[in-house]
């Protein structure tokens, strides 16, 4: 099993920064993926950002490509968000979610194991 905490959400205005925090705990955090997704009301949930296992392989959807950076220290057991240049089009919950051991960068929900409970991100206009 592993549990999921969010943190580091609020409210920012266009062009501001965050930074997202996903602190685990379970002893196979360090072998999973892990990605970033978010959802708002009445939207299917959208993928983010992903990281390998050992932080060598990330990925991203075009909308973040170039603002967000993912990233984890396995030593601590988080994985974290760093959002630049934000956007109003950015406002959302956003979720952190553990996949399989040694496995890929999956885009879809569905192929992660574990969710937290969201953190939600404003950005004003």
């Known amino acids: 099993q592993v549990q999921l905490v969010e943190s580091g959400g609020g409210l920012v205005q266009a062009g501001g920064s965050l930074r997202l925090s996903c602190a685990a705990s379970?002893?196979?955090?360090?072998?999973?993926?892990m990605g970033w997704f978010r959802q708002v009301p009445g939207k299917e949930r959208e993928f983010v950002a992903g990281?390998?296992?050992?932080?060598?392989?990330?990925r991203y959807s075009d909308s973040v490509k170039g603002r967000f950076t993912i990233s984890r220290h396995n030593a601590e057991n988080t994985v974290y968000l760093q959002m630049n240049s934000l956007k109003p089009e950015d406002t959302a919950v956003y979720y952190c979610?553990?996949?399989?051991?040694?496995?890929?960068?999956?885009?879809?929900?569905?192929?992660?194991?574990?969710w937290g409970q969201g953190t939600q991100v404003t950005v004003s206009s």
């Open positions: 979610a553990a996949g399989s051991p040694l496995g890929p960068i999956w885009t879809i929900g569905s192929e992660y194991d574990f």
């Open positions: 379970g002893r196979t955090f360090s072998s999973r993926t």
């Open positions: 990281i390998g296992w050992s932080g060598d392989v990330t």
